[in-house]
Each structure stands twice: as structure tokens, then as C-alpha cells.
């Protein structure tokens, strides 16, 4: 066999192990969403005990969406070696879009017959159109937004020259963590008067997870860096988890200086690089891959409709979220549920492309 023929060989299998903890780590992510949100109860603050478990479970399962839009940017940012960006944009619509707005339109349903939320004086053009891009129907899918943001992105982040995107790219993340992340949260927990103006916008938002995920993604990361990533993630969890704790019960309200931004960031790269480098590990059990197998094809659209079985749970059944029993069991019943309605409606030709 010539040397070619065994390097495209090792070629292929990287990118099949590769997909493989991508979906490892997408349905991971779908399953830590319904877990968060089935932990609804965290967002009533308390000195009680549920409130104590609550900010565990909201810092223990923070990592699912910033690890959605790093998979976006590992798995889309080379869009350009399989097809074009009429292409791109094709698939991203009809892939989130449509599922968005049909659901978002449900959620209008929803609110407006059943849960008589929504009155008929806000049935106008201006207030369904708030209600769908405000996500005031389904708080949740504020995600959409953000998502679609990135994908705008994307483009222009794919335009850049194969060979000089590991060193753009990794600019672009080191100054975006400094300068988006790293300093603003320093500022804020400690010097809570200085002003800090510099943002490198072309990274805001979301993005610099995406462009994170496509270096994690496509090069190797050392042995050493990795070891400091993993050192950094459980930082980042700890002062998640324990600043939000003790600033919230020194405020007598949730104090959310700890959330999100840097410690996320610091927790989410984290797993990411494990994935990356021990999903095929996990993927060995033959349980853990028939789950993973048969679950990839509903990720998204358990995120799309749990959202719906959970209320029901919560505001007509009358199940008590904060109960313990039902924010650690729960969410596999509702993600059961979910799948049983996916696997109705994808049999409806209809109604398959509202869900992805």
C-alpha cells in the first residue's frame, strides 16, 4: 500500500472519530438543556435547601449551549470544501429557520389557547412579529437568535485562507478572551468603577465560541495545554458555582456577576477538549453508542418541543419543580416524550421539516 493511500486512510478515520464525539458531545448537550430547564426552580431564589441544589444543577449543566455553538463552528466553518454559500444558507434555513418559526408560531398557539397568556389586542403584525424575534413566546429559543447571528458569521470566517487560519484564528480568540472576557470580568468583580471600552467585536457574542470550536476541532492540542484547559474548566465551574452561591446569599437575590462570560467559558472549553480526546473511549460501550446513534437524530428537536412537555408538567399536571426527584429524573421522561412526538412527526411529510 502506498504512503498516500495509508494517509488518506488515518485521513478518514480522524474525521470519523471525530464526527463521532461531535455527536457524543451534541447529545450530551441535548440532554444537560433539558436538565437546565427542568431546573426552572434555580431562578426563584432562596435560602431553602432546593435553591442550594438548584445553583448545583445550573453550574453543573451551563456548558450545553456555548458547546452547541462550538460545534457550529467545527463542523460549518469548512463549509466551502462541500458546497456553496447559496448552499449554506439553504440548509441553515431549512434546517432552523423553518423549525423556528413553526414552533415559534406553536408557542403563539399555545400561549394565546391554552395558556391565555397572550391577548387578542397583541395578535397584531407588530406584536406576533415581537413575540417571534423577542422569543416572548418560548423564552428558550433566544437561542435561535444568537444562533443565527453566528451564522451569518460563519462566512466570513470560512473565507480566510485555510493555511493562515490557525494563526488568525488563534489571534483572534486570545485577544477576544483578554478583551471580551478576561478583563471585563476582573473589572467587574473587582474594580467595579473602572470603565473598559476595548471589545473586539469581529469575536462578540457567541462567535468566539465558534471559531474556539473550529481550533479545537481541526488541530491537536498538547498534552501540557490540555492539562491546563482542564485545570481552567474545573476553575471556571468552581467560581461559577461558589461565587454565585455566596454573592446570592449575601445580595438576598440571584447575583449573576459569576455567570456566563468568563467562567463559562473556562468550563465549556474544557469539556470540549475531553470530548475531543476521550468520547471515543466512552463510544467503546456498546450502550453508550446505541444511545448516542439513536438519539443524534432527535438533539434538535428534543431542544425545539421539551420546552412544551416541561410547562405541562409543571403549570397542569402540577408536578413541583423543586422537587428533587423531578429535576434529576424528569428530564428523561421529558426527553422520552419529546422523542415519541419527533418520531410521529417525522413520519409526516408535512411536518418533518419543522423539525430539522
Excluded at 453550574?59 to 462541500?82: D, K
Amino acid at each position: 500500500m502506498s504512503e498516500r493511500s495509508k494517509t488518506n486512510i488515518s485521513k478518514t478515520g480522524n474525521d470519523m472519530r471525530r464526527m463521532n464525539y461531535i455527536s457524543l458531545l451534541s447529545v450530551i448537550s441535548c440532554i444537560a438543556v433539558v436538565f437546565l430547564h427542568a431546573n426552572n426552580c434555580y431562578w426563584t431564589f432562596s435560602t431553602e435547601r432546593y435553591w442550594k441544589t438548584a445553583n448545583l444543577i445550573e453550574c453543573l449543566f451551563y456548558f450545553p449551549v456555548p458547546c452547541f455553538f462550538m460545534i457550529s463552528g467545527a463542523t460549518l466553518i469548512n463549509y466551502r470544501e462541500r458546497y456553496s454559500l447559496k448552499e449554506y444558507f439553504a440548509k441553515r434555513i431549512n434546517r432552523t429557520v423553518i423549525p423556528f418559526l413553526a414552533w415559534s408560531f406553536v408557542g403563539l398557539g399555545y400561549s394565546y389557547f391554552w395558556k391565555k397568556t397572550v391577548s387578542s389586542d397583541r395578535l397584531t403584525v407588530k406584536g406576533i412579529f415581537n413575540g417571534i424575534v423577542g422569543t416572548e413566546y418560548v423564552t428558550i429559543y433566544w437561542f435561535f437568535i444568537s444562533l443565527f447571528i453566528v451564522y451569518l458569521s460563519i462566512p466570513l470566517l470560512a473565507y480566510v485562507e485555510k493555511e493562515k487560519r490557525k494563526e488568525i484564528f488563534t489571534f483572534i480568540a486570545v485577544v477576544a478572551f483578554i478583551c471580551n472576557l478576561f478583563v471585563p470580568f476582573f473589572i467587574k468583580t473587582i474594580f467595579t468603577d473602572v470603565k473598559w471600552p476595548f471589545t473586539l467585536n469581529i469575536a462578540s457574542g457567541y462567535v468566539l465560541y465558534a471559531i474556539i470550536g473550529y481550533l479545537i476541532n481541526e488541530y491537536e492540542v498538547s498534552k501540557k495545554v490540555r492539562i491546563a484547559l482542564y485545570v481552567s474548566s474545573i476553575a471556571g465551574f468552581l467560581i461559577h458555582l461558589l461565587g454565585t452561591y455566596y454573592a446570592s446569599m449575601d445580595a438576598g437575590y440571584i447575583d449573576q456577576t459569576y455567570k456566563g462570560g468568563m467562567p463559562c467559558m473556562m468550563y465549556t472549553v474544557g469539556i470540549f477538549v475531553w470530548m475531543k480526546y476521550n468520547g471515543g473511549k466512552l463510544l467503546k460501550s456498546k450502550i453508550v453508542s446505541k444511545i448516542v446513534d439513536f438519539l443524534k437524530e432527535y438533539t434538535f428537536g428534543i431542544y425545539l418541543v421539551h420546552w412544551y412537555i416541561k410547562d405541562i408538567m409543571v403549570s397542569d399536571i402540577g408536578i413541583d419543580e423543586r422537587s428533587i426527584v423531578f429535576r434529576l429524573l424528569g428530564p428523561f421522561v421529558i426527553i422520552a416524550i419529546s422523542v415519541l412526538i419527533l418520531f410521529v412527526i417525522k413520519r409526516i411529510p408535512l411536518l418533518r421539516r419543522t423539525v430539522g
